[in-house]
Nanobody, 126 residues
Framework: QVQLAESGGGLVQAGGSLRLSCAAS????????LAWFRQAPGLEREFVAG????????SYADSVKGRFTISRTNAKNTAYLQMDSLKPEDTAVYYC???????????????????WGRGTQVTVSS
């Protein structure tokens, strides 16, 4: 079993910044992918960013490239999503998820991810 706990969401004005955290606990092993997804009302869950825990390889959705940065702290089993230059269209519930399959690439579909956090709300006002 793996548990994921997100924190750091909130309300921010357009152009502002937020940092989300995702702490993983349980039987993660050392070769997994941790990713952030988001879901806005009425829309499907979409990939935002992901990181291969073994070597730090990252991947981003085109909509957030250059604005969001995913990083990790191995010692704390924690991943972060630094979100800068936020836009109203970034408003969504943000979820972290873990893919335990030891894949060599960051997978962008939600289906392969084994465990999910409960989500944290991010609201960007115009």
């Amino acid at each position: 079993q793996v548990q994921l706990a997100e924190s750091g969401g909130g309300l921010v004005q357009a152009g502002g910044s937020l940092r989300l955290s995702c702490a993983a606990s349980g039987r993660t092993g050392s070769r997994y992918t941790l990713a952030w997804f988001r879901q806005a009302p009425g829309l499907e869950r979409e990939f935002v960013a992901g990181i291969l825990w073994s070597d730090g390889t990252t991947s981003y959705a085109d909509s957030v490239k250059g604005r969001f940065t995913i990083s990790r702290t191995n010692a704390k089993n924690t991943a972060y999503l630094q979100m800068d230059s936020l836009k109203p269209e970034d408003t969504a519930v943000y979820y972290c998820a873990i893919d335990l399959s030891n894949t060599p690439i960051v997978r962008v579909a939600p289906g392969p991810y084994d465990y999910w956090g409960r989500g944290t709300q991010v609201t960007v006002s115009s």
